[in-house]
């Protein structure tokens, strides 16, 4: 009888076995934070053809579901895959290949990162990126000087940390055959007793004769931008500006497998890809989506150019200045609104935030779910807030902690309330995107979320935060960093949360950053990325 027990009970366990459904991972014993509708979290799921399958406790799933990869988190926090809503991907990959000034303390500093880039590389034209005067002793726009006695022989240009200034030696000025009478629509040749400096602001910069990359090099940039992006947890990234061969270039990359980073592309808003892209329609992969443009509307405010209402509180009868006179941004906008892309316009200034929302306001009547968006967003009028009703908020939570030393400097304790103001764009709208605007900020997420939530620099400065009143919750920021951003490059139903049928991409954290001490949160590391259940870092 003992014998007649024990073949049923094996027949049974093999039946058992047997009707489980095979599939590529299992993750168990984790916390899983799914930022689904109900913001649920669970223990456990499923992988199969690189999408959730199921979702549920450690019993459910395993009692369903068999696989030979199976990941025990060991009560880890997973998340969704993070997507940063704004950032400049092959921009930060170009340049690990350049001089990188960031944090530099000093313009001696500065120039002598560059003399010791030089002795180690020798290049025939120096580029690089990060110098920020605002971080000096003194802070003001430096001259040419000193470059013109250190490289009187190689052209230099180094582009300030926001990307709307560039610093040129006379070398490079001469190459680019730009003179003392020199004047621009949309910049500044920045003069003093009627000779350059050297500082180029805006359209300015665009005169400049830089060496364009390589094809060797724009591949070894992509593949070291998406090694520090699967580094930090980054699944999807928004890159804010590309041109026709730069998309043509990760396309072809991500066929081959080579570059396994998913993409929303803005194009560039020249009016070549107008009329290239606006033609062609859509282009739609599961790695690359292209459907929205780019335009840039002002300037930075830590140069003085993003577009005022009034003057600058620090310079005299300064305004600012708009990229393009407001007749070109309608005509932008109706081309754009005539095909079905999305118009992503970078504002900061709040004479520039209002005069394109205005733009979008008129040009989309009778447009239903355009998801239109307004990048930054960083000063906005008061009575303006309203017009975010139906235009989705895109900003990054670090701007506001690096320019809270100087923001009111230039804008005054009035306008500075319509600053960096997160939750009530938030309030107004419903969602957010949150990025980083890398590399002009640091690609790390956690010091996305930490400035979201905390407010607060990594010395614990403002110790109560600054303006906290626009604070975003763990939840809300959690949400700006995934499905938000989802929702604002029109991917919600296939990424942002962890629900059957979307894409497996999460993210391994080592420790919990919804529960921990806020000041934690910045030294969180990921100790895993994966893309369609593959595991990637």
């Keep these: 009888m003992k014998k007649i027990l024990l073949t049923i009970t094996t027949i049974g366990l093999l039946f058992s076995c047997n009707s489980k459904q095979e599939v590529s991972l299992i993750v168990k014993n984790a916390t899983i934070y799914t930022v689904n509708k109900n913001f649920e979290t669970a223990q456990s799921f499923a992988v199969k053809d690189g999408k959730f399958i199921a979702v549920g406790s450690n019993e459910e799933i395993q ?80 001259t ?5 006695s250190i490289f009187p022989d190689t052209p230099v240009a180094i582009t300030r940390v926001d990307g709307h200034a560039m610093l040129v030696n006379q070398k ?20 003093e007793n009627g000779k350059l400096t050297g500082v180029l602001i805006d359209n300015a910069m665009d005169f400049i004769k830089v060496p364009a990359p ?64 606006t033609k062609k329609g859509i282009i739609k992969t599961n790695r690359l989506n292209v459907r929205s443009f780019k335009v840039y ?13 009034k003057p600058y509180t620090d310079r005299d009868n300064h305004f600012g200045a708009l990229i393009y006179p407001p007749e070109r941004y309608k005509e932008i906008a109706e081309q754009i609104a005539a095909s079905d892309y999305q118009m992503n316009t970078h504002a900061i200034g709040d004479s520039t935030n209002y005069l394109i929302l205005k733009t979008y306001q008129d040009v989309l009547k009778n447009k239903t779910d355009r998801r239109w968006r307004i990048e930054h967003a960083q000063i906005v009028d008061a009575p303006d807030f309203d017009l975010f009703k139906n235009v989705v908020p895109s900003v990054q939570p670090t701007h506001a902690t690096s320019d809270m030393y100087w923001a009111e400097d230039r804008v005054g ?25 890398y590399p002009v900020e640091n690609v790390n997420p956690f010091l996305t979320f930490y400035a979201a939530v905390a407010r607060k620099d990594l010395n614990n400065y403002p110790e109560n935060g600054y303006q906290m009143e626009n604070a975003l919750t763990r939840e809300e920021t959690l949400k700006g960093m995934t499905i938000w951003n989802a929702y604002a490059n029109f991917e919600e139903n296939e990424k942002g ?18 529960k921990i001490t806020v000041n934690d949160v910045p030294k969180t590391k990921v100790l895993a990325t994966y893309i369609n259940g593959e595991k990637v870092k």
Aim: net charge negative; hydrophobic share 35%.
């Design 297 to 309: 509307g002002d300037g930075a405010l830590g140069s003085r150019g993003a577009a005022m209402k």
């Design 413 to 437: 304790k009035e306008r500075i309330k319509g600053g960096y103001a997160f939750k009530k764009l938030l309030n107004t709208y419903g969602k957010v995107a949150l990025g980083t605007d």
């Design 144 to 148: 040419k000087n000193k470059l013109d």
């Design 172 to 191: 490079a000025l001469e190459i680019s055959n730009i003179s003392a009478n020199a004047t621009v629509e949309g910049g500044e040749f920045i003069k």
């Design 214 to 277: 390589t094809k060797s090099q724009q591949i070894q940039g992509l593949l070291d931008a998406e090694k520090i992006n699967f580094d930090y947890g980054l699944t999807t990234v928004v890159d804010a500006g590309l041109d026709q061969p730069v998309i043509e270039l990760i396309d072809s990359l991500q066929n081959s497998n080579t570059l396994k980073i998913r993409m929303y592309a803005m194009v560039s808003a020249t009016q070549k890809n107008l009329d290239y892209y």
């Design 63 to 142: 009692e369903k579901y068999s696989a030979n990869n199976i990941v025990d988190a060991n009560n880890k926090a997973v998340f969704p895959g993070f997507i940063d809503g704004h950032c400049h991907f092959y921009r930060l990959g170009l340049q690990q290949q350049k001089v990188d000034v960031t944090g530099t303390k000093s313009y001696d500093e500065v120039l002598q990162k560059l003399v010791d880039f030089q002795k180690e590389k020798n290049v025939n034209f120096i580029t690089g990126r990060g110098w920020d005067q605002n971080d000096w002793e003194i802070k003001e726009f430096p």
């Design 497 to 514: 949360s962890i629900e059957p049928g979307k894409f497996a991409d999460f993210i391994l954290l080592d420790q919990d950053i919804m």
